[in-house]
């Protein structure tokens, strides 16, 4: 690139190595999280249940996501198949939605 030219534009999407990235981070942050919560004591359970309840959703919704990658539907929103905003898939590297479906569905 020479000095003068205009710079690329980002990707829309992320490339399959860094989903792969995002998506083992989350994983471990997630596992993390679910190994602290079984590993100590709390004082209200049907809490830790809840918590424990909403980490495992979430581990299968990496899974998913691994899937969609594998299959090349990955970053596509599966209610309204549309790309899912880069910045949504930084943030939740495993959503299935676009934030239009997900707050419709």
């Known amino acids: 690139m020479t000095p003068n030219s205009p710079a690329?534009?980002?990707?829309?999407?992320?490339?399959?190595q860094e989903a792969r990235q995002r998506l083992e981070h989350a994983r471990h942050t997630t596992d993390t999280q679910l190994r602290a919560l079984?590993?100590?004591?709390?004082?209200?359970?049907?809490?830790s249940s809840a918590q424990q309840t909403a980490l495992e959703y979430t581990l299968k919704q990496i899974d998913a996501a691994h899937t969609r990658?594998?299959?090349?539907?990955?970053g596509i929103c599966q209610g309204c198949h549309h790309p899912i905003p880069e910045e949504r898939l930084e943030i939740l590297p495993y959503t299935p939605h676009?934030?239009?479906?997900?707050t419709t569905a």
């Open 38 to 47: 079984t590993q100590h004591n709390h004082h209200d359970p049907h809490l």
């Open 69 to 74: 990658l594998e299959n090349g539907t990955y």
């Open 98 to 102: 676009c934030v239009t479906c997900h």
């Open 8 to 16: 690329s534009p980002p990707p829309l999407h992320p490339t399959a």
